[in-house]
């Protein structure tokens, strides 16, 4: 009686694996056979509204930039503009170096995001300044390289760095890791 028994449940067990089974097959064969519909990963880029500009994506709906060479998110405008529909708005406002770090609070929460900074030296030095990719028309951003009373800036039409005092004015940029978060 106890085999029989066994023997039922195991029956009805694995008539249900055996059910479950045919169902995932079916819907992997009508996957498969539906690749063709399913964008790639360019396409879900463009999806988003990005396009790609040198060793950028660009967003003209969030106003931001990913360089695909250091894998950082960029603001494509600096601190006081914005970016509507891929054109500039506002008025770029020019900062000490310690009202820069105070006016970056402000700025966290951008697109959810809580992580934006000011860039490094190195992180400046490195970006393209291509005006189809950057709207904004600043010459000199401010950088997290700083002394006791000194920061420095890159000045982007002699492309180099440049020592300043932390009491003087220049743009602000911000930047982020882009690790999906």
């Known amino acids: 009686m106890m085999v029989l028994e066994y023997q039922e449940n195991y029956d009805s067990k694995n008539i249900e694996r055996k059910e479950v089974l045919a169902i995932v097959s079916r819907y992997t064969k009508e996957i498969v056979s539906h690749q063709s519909i399913i964008p790639a990963k360019k396409d879900l880029d463009e999806l988003k509204g990005q396009r790609k500009v040198g060793n950028y994506f660009v967003s003209d709906l969030d106003g931001i930039a ?45 697109l959810t995001h809580l992580n934006w900074r000011i860039p490094s030296l190195d992180e400046l030095l490195s970006l393209n300044v291509n005006k189809e990719v950057f709207l904004s028309n600043s010459e000199a ?4 390289a700083a002394s006791h009373d000194h920061a420095y800036i890159v000045n982007f039409n002699s492309n180099r760095k440049v020592r300043k005092f932390k009491r003087e004015s220049f743009s602000v940029i911000l930047v982020r890791d882009n690790n999906g978060k």
Do not use: P, V
């Open 141 to 144: 951003y401010w950088s997290t």
């Open 66 to 110: 990913i360089d695909t060479k250091t894998n950082l998110m960029w603001t494509r405008f600096s601190l006081g503009e914005k970016i509507i529909n891929g054109q500039l708005y506002g008025q770029q406002k020019k900062y000490s170096w310690h009202s820069a770090n105070l006016a970056l609070d402000k700025f966290n929460g951008y």
